[in-house]
Structures are given as C-alpha cells and as structure tokens.
C-alpha cells in the first residue's frame, strides 16, 4: 500500500519505520532534515513537502505535537491553502496526534465537505509501543473508516479500538492521559516517600508491583533512575513521551471538563504539577522526570 506519513518525531518515525518493515510503500515529511534521513535509511522515499508526500497515496497518516499544528496541516495557515484542498484523489485520512475533540471535529468536517474519509487515531503505550509495533490506537470515525484503516494500523499497533464517531478517539485518548498523568505523579510521590525514610527504591517497587498499589507507571515505567533498566528513568530522562506534552494533555483533559462541567480534582492537581514541573526547565525531559520534583533538597550524591 502507498502511504503519506507526516511528522517523525519520536513517535512518528518509529512508526513510519514498522510500515516500511511492514512492506508498505512509504512517502515522509518532517521538517527536520534529519528525521527524514533517518527514514531514508530505514527504506521510507522522502518527499520535499506534506503535499508532495502525499501524490499517489491511499493512506495519509499525521503524527503532530498539538491541535493548531494539525488544523495548520489540513485547513491551510497564514493564506496558505491546506492538505485537503491538495489531495488528489481521495485517500484515507489517519491523525494519530492528541488534540482536542473540537480540533478533530474541525478537521473532520472540512474533509467530509471535500469527500474525503477523515480518523482520529491517538494512540497509547509510548515511543517503547512505538517501536514495538504494539501501540494502543484509539479511532474515532465511521465504521468505515475504521475497516479501510485496521490494516495499516495493525501494522504499528497490537490494539485497535473503535471509540466512536469522529472526535471520540480524543476524548478516550484524552481519558487514558489524565489518568496515567495522575499515576505517574501519584506513584512518583510515593517511591520519594519510602526513600526519604530509609527503604531503597528497587525494593519499595518490587513490594508495591505485587501489591495493590501496583500501576503501569510502576510496573512498566518506573520513574525512579537506575530501577528499570531501559526507561527513561535511567537514561537521564531523555527522549520518550515529553513533559511538555503531558501537560498540554492534561490541559485538554481540563478544557474537556470545562465545557462538559464535569469534576476533575485529581486531574487539575496533575496538570498543576506537570505545568510547575515545565516551567522549572523539564518541559523536554520525559515526563516521568515529575520525580524530580520531590526529590527537591535531596542530597543525590
């Protein structure tokens, strides 16, 4: 299958890879030359614009940091048109971005008006799932649509959902964010708690993964440097799913509760301390550094 794959950052490019190793015919933009490269490498065609990449294709996917970005890519920006009023033919269209349901309502809607098969496909487990070819994908969408796209998307995922009609893959992915926002933080605050009075951190992990405390922050991420080998944790925090991006999720997750009024204390604490956590320079680490933040004053030597 030809596919238009745009925006390889560190979950597109993993992505963009598996369809190449998949058999896919793959066509990439980024703008970052050498994120392109790297695709080339991998056997990915390179293509000098997203309207370019996208000539000939059945398939274009999107992997962007935020909701103006994809409204950029597909609406037009600044007078300039969009990727719908470019697309020839009428190739399946795949965001695999988190943006905000309204975002992807928006986009959902002019392409319908172009004739065009628009998803929303967020997708859950990481830059580890990315690699691994074993992402969550969460689709809204017509049930069309979600057929046409099972394929290609089981080429990068191992579970695929049908969330709804079109904006629902957010609101579900948006969901799933808020709460792993909450873990990470909560199981962040309780391994400082148990070092700061004597146990060591290997262990307290170990006792709380096979006790009732047990989580996917801890069993499968654990955000406590030297504990897990291969996190972040344990590479100084770096690459993976970003702090900043956690909080703009949580962002949504409270402009999603705004205007449904619905109740999120834990989420608003979570996005206060992921904000405070940006704002004090961790806004590119990983977003499991928020242990950082209660490690303040300790001595780490």
């Known amino acids: 299958m030809n596919i238009a794959f745009i925006g390889l950052g560190n979950m597109g490019a ?9 058999g896919h ?39 962007l940091p935020a909701g103006a970005h994809v409204r950029g890519l597909y609406l037009g920006r600044d007078g300039a048109p969009g990727l719908l009023d470019a697309l020839l033919g009428t190739p399946l269209i795949i965001d695999a971005s988190t943006i905000s349901p309204e975002d992807a309502r928006i986009v959902g809607a002019a392409a319908a008006e172009r004739g065009l098969t628009y998803l929303d496909a967020p ?75 004597g146990l060591d951190p290997a262990v307290l992990s170990e006792i709380m993964k096979q006790s009732s405390g047990g ?44 205007g449904s009024k619905s109740t999120v204390p834990m989420g608003s604490q979570a996005r206060n301390l992921f904000a405070l956590h940006s704002a004090q320079g961790n806004g590119g680490l990983d977003f499991s550094s928020i242990q950082a933040l209660y490690r303040a004053g300790e001595d780490k030597s």
């Open 14 to 22: 993993p992505m963009a890879t598996n369809l190449v190793k998949a």
């Open 25 to 63: 015919r793959v066509c990439v933009f980024d703008l970052v030359e050498s994120a392109i490269r790297a695709l080339e490498a991998e056997g990915a065609t390179r293509a000098e614009s997203a309207a370019a990449a996208t000539r000939g294709v059945e398939v274009v996917i999107s992997m």
């Open 123 to 197: 997708v859950s487990g990481g830059v580890g799932g990315a690699k691994a070819g074993t992402l969550t994908f969460i689709v809204g969408g017509s049930e069309e649509g979600y057929a046409q796209a099972q394929p290609v998307l089981e080429a990068m995922g191992k579970n695929i959902f049908h969330a709804g009609e079109t904006g629902a893959g957010q609101v579900a992915k948006i969901c799933n964010n808020m709460l792993l926002g909450i873990l990470m933080s909560g199981t962040a605050e309780a391994l400082a708690l148990g070092v700061k009075n």
């Open 215 to 258: 989580n996917w922050a801890l069993n499968v991420y654990n955000p406590w440097p030297g504990v897990m080998e291969g996190s972040a944790a344990s590479r100084d925090y770096q690459g993976g799913f970003l702090t900043d991006l956690m909080a703009k999720d949580l962002g949504l997750a409270w402009e999603l509760a705004l």
